[in-house]
């Protein structure tokens, strides 16, 4: 079973809809848990950490449940510029210096 | 402010062709990666350094060698260049703070590296 999987999509919505997916975690132990973006052929660059009660970043919700393993990212109102794939990541605790990324997750908002 | 700086950003080999992918960052990082990614893949780590000196390998270590002198400096070697090679290369830094405080903190990439192999 791999580290991280996430359902690839594509995710395909129109601009101002709700989009949300899941990401799930092998390793109970894991203690670090982060969302990136990649643009095509770009660098993944960090969107949020998520934390334990979930938190909030402007339309982007991130969620934690640690009882079934999996994090999950909701983006609310989407825009054309939020069309990216979503990586999901995690860093499992005794695992000190590595991050476990997913294969990713792609979005694409259209007009 | 520069982050990490990967050089080239294209290149291509011929099988067996040696080349080194430099990687460096101004952040004073202590932990340093280099990962691959194939078209439609997600990452794999390569080899990665916790701090000057030390390394160690990923989960796709074999055609790659790393070395860590500085903290700044992190390169990447391929001694005999293969088809199986070609990927893009990302490099990428990060610290660590005590795990009763936040433990690992989130990777800062560099552009990467387009590398062709033919």
């Known amino acids: 079973r791999k580290e991280v999987e996430q359902d690839p999509g594509p995710f395909n919505v129109p601009e101002g809809a709700t989009v949300a997916f899941n990401c799930t975690y092998s390793?109970?132990?894991?203690?670090?848990f982060f969302w990136y973006r990649q643009d095509c052929r770009k660098e993944p660059k960090l969107l949020m950490s998520?934390?334990?009660s979930g938190n909030e970043d402007g339309r982007f919700t991130a969620q934690l449940n640690r009882a079934s393993q999996y994090i999950s990212l909701l983006i609310r109102d989407s825009k054309l510029s939020d069309s990216a794939t979503y990586l999901c990541?995690?860093?499992?605790?005794?695992?000190?210096?590595?991050?476990?990324f997913g294969a990713g997750t792609t979005v694409t908002v259209r007009a | 402010n520069a982050g990490v700086t990967q050089t080239p950003k294209f290149r291509i080999l011929k099988i067996g062709q040696s080349m080194t992918l430099q990687c460096a960052q101004d952040m004073n990082h202590n932990y340093m990666y280099w990962y691959r990614q194939d078209p439609g893949m997600g990452l794999k780590l390569i080899y990665y350094?916790?701090?000057?000196?030390?390394?160690d390998k990923g989960e796709v270590p074999n055609g790659y060698n790393v070395s860590r002198s500085t903290t700044e400096d992190f390169p990447l070697r391929l001694e005999l260049a293969a088809p199986s090679q070609t990927s893009v290369y990302f490099c990428?830094?990060?610290?660590?703070?005590?795990?009763?405080?936040?433990?690992?903190?989130?990777?800062?990439f560099g552009d990467g590296t387009r590398l062709s192999i033919l």
């Open positions: 998520v934390y334990s």
């Open positions: 350094s916790v701090g000057a000196g030390i390394t």
């Open positions: 990428a830094s990060s610290y660590y703070r005590d795990r009763e405080r936040s433990g690992l903190q989130p990777q800062h």
């Open positions: 390793n109970s132990a894991s203690q670090s």
């Open positions: 990541v995690v860093n499992k605790k005794g695992d000190d210096y590595k991050l476990s």
